[in-house]
Structure formats: structure tokens, C-alpha cells
């Protein structure tokens, strides 16, 4: 029998003869075609953005009161720093005014008794205008009159210490209550070592050390008294706004003096505790602080 065969094309590549060695090539060309698709997957922010839409109104309310709020509290800042830088500067003017003060009115008292010295005559020192009175008795067997006299002087516990501006009725006052105090005239370093090392003041009826004239100036800008040294100078000058200084500052709370207490049953002139010391109250302040 014959077989018929289909005659070969011309021009026609051979065809290969195994299978498997043509599926790369036909699996290469989708394989260089693929970047040409992923190109469109650019452009896909520009579309979310396009659908997000306008802000919403409450959004901008919230970002214009925050932006507010921020400018508001940078001026507060910025003023806030300069009153601060203002308030030191004015403190530390008065502090070197004050201390010219202060030498000049020693220098004066050096001048009067060399005078006097060269005349013949003696010179007498003014007369004191504050007192430092300190409680030296505790509460037991305190008459109702005393005892209502401890309180006006704000001394209601033992070893407490306070100013006192002297005039009649305080002068007074301290006799009636004299056997349980012992006072007297402090000097000008005192008061300042006291008020520096012991000093609170009375800040919403609490106990606040003066750590910073800021709490000295919240209770008494009214008055003129904007830092430490301003309260020094008015507590040794007994100016005219003296009550509310004193007032402002706590009772001292002292220690136990050094070496203890004289019998406290006799006068100071006795070699006892109680009564006027004068000068004396000094070295009796520094063993107590």
C-alpha cells in the first residue's frame, strides 16, 4: 500500500521536535510584557487623592483654635520672661540701694560719737524700734489674761519668735506677759539672718518657705514689697507698711538654744531666762537658729 505525504512548505522553520524545549519561549514573551501592564498602578494616589474631597469644618475650627491657643500661650511665655528678667533687676537695684543705706547710716553713728568724743560729751544711741520677743514657757498654769495675750502676739508655742513694733500698747502687753518671754532689741544682721535662714510667710493660711520673691511678691506687691530684701528693709525700718509685712511672715520657729536655757523660774538680771536682755537677745538668736 501507499502513503501519502503532504509536501513541506518552503520558507518554513523546522519544527523541534521535542515539546518540553518550546514552552520557555513561548512563556518569555508574556514575561517582557508584564512592565508594560504594571505602568498604569502609578497613577493610583492621584485618584485616592481626588476622591478624599475638601476638609471637613470641624477639622479647620480645631487646627485654627489650636494655632490660637499655641500663639497665646508663646506671648504668655515671652512676657512672662521679661516681667522675670524686670522684677531681678529691680530687686537687685534695691538690694544695692538699701545696702548704701545701711553704711550710710553706720558711718553717720561712727561720725556723731567721734564728735562727741572730740566735745567732751558722750553720745547716746536712739532708741530701738522693734523688739524681738520669744516664748520661753510652755502652756501649764497660764493665766486666761496671759493666755489671751500669747494669742495676740501670735506666740502659741514654745520657743516661738516674732517682731514687734514698740509703742505704748505693745510695751505693755509684753509686761503683762513678761515672766513667760524674754525679748529684746535685735540688730540689723539678725533680722536678716532670722528672715534668710527661718523666714515663711503666711500664703493661704499655709506655711510657705521663702525660697523665691515670686511668693513674697503675690502677697505683697500691694504694698511695695517685691522681694526679700525689700521685706528685710521694711520688717528694720518699721515703714508704713509694717503690719502687713510682719503679718505676712509666720512665727519663727526656733530650736533649743545651744547649752540650754538659765533657770527660767528668775529674771534675766538674775542669771535667769525671762525679761529684757537689750543686746543680749542676739547671742541668744544665734544659739537658738
Known sequence: ??????PKKKNQPPTPRGGAKAA??????PAKAAPAKAAPAKAAPAKAAASSGPVPENILKKQQRDAKFLKQLADKRAADKTSRAAARKAA????????????????AVVDA???AKKAGNFYVDAQAKIAFVIRTRGIHKLPPKQKKIMQLLRLRQ????????????????IRMVEPY????????????KLIYKRGYGKVNKSRIALSDNSVIEKQLTGQGIASIEDLIHEIWTCGPNFKQ??????????SSPLRGFEKKRHPYHRGGVWGNREGKINEL????M
Open 113 to 115: 560719737k567721734r564728735a
Open 285 to 288: 538668736v544665734g544659739r537658738m
Open 181 to 192: 518671754v524674754t525679748y529684746g532689741y535685735p540688730t540689723r544682721d539678725t533680722v536678716r
Open 24 to 29: 520557555p519561549a513561548q512563556a518569555a514573551a
Open 158 to 173: 514654745l520657743h516661738n519668735g516674732v517682731f514687734v513694733k514698740l509703742n505704748r500698747a505693745t510695751i505693755n502687753m
Open 92 to 107: 537687685s537695684d534695691n538690694a544695692v540701694k538699701y545696702a548704701k543705706e545701711y553704711a550710710d547710716a553706720d558711718k
Open 1 to 6: 500500500m501507499f502513503c501519502f505525504r503532504a
Open 245 to 254: 509685712a510682719n503679718n505676712f511672715l509666720w512665727p519663727f520657729k526656733l
